[in-house]
């Protein structure tokens, strides 16, 4: 959804923003995963053992799912008049069901929470938390919830 200035986002708390797309979690990005994090755990790079673990083959990552929620937010989160936007930080992360490779996942995300943080010289930043929620094909569990703060800074 495209909210165009400080008060529309204000005002959409309790708002659902819908839906991103299907994406893939295939061996690869896992492996891209690791090799940029250092996490080399046998459970997510290593299918041969993986396949004896608990989970019958590799898993994502914890925080390869919570990564994608970057790719997905601006997608539901369009705020165009904005000078800038950055990500703040989060409130509140779980991994409720481990997302195995060759799965399919997608995001749906609320407003649950905006306010004016500072309305100083540069402009009127608005602080917005958002809980999304990341959806595993086949399952009745999510694979991420997390409340994700952003804010976005409206030049005057």
Known sequence: MK?????????AVGTHL???DW??????????FAAATGDHQWIHVDPERAATGPFGG??????????I???FLPALLQVPKASMG???GT???RFP???PVDSRVRMGSEIIGAEVIDSGGQGTWVEVITRNTVELEGSEKPACVVEAISRFLFSE
């Open 18 to 20: 819908g839906y991103s």
């Open 23 to 32: 994406i893939g979690i295939d061996q690869n990005r896992i492996d891209g």
């Open 69 to 71: 929620t970057n790719q």
């Open 58 to 67: 590799t898993i994502a990552h914890g925080y390869l799912t919570l990564s």
């Open 97 to 99: 069901a481990p997302v």
């Open 91 to 93: 409130n509140k992360v």
């Open 86 to 88: 950055i990500n703040y």
């Open 3 to 11: 909210y165009p200035d400080a008060n529309s986002l204000l005002g």
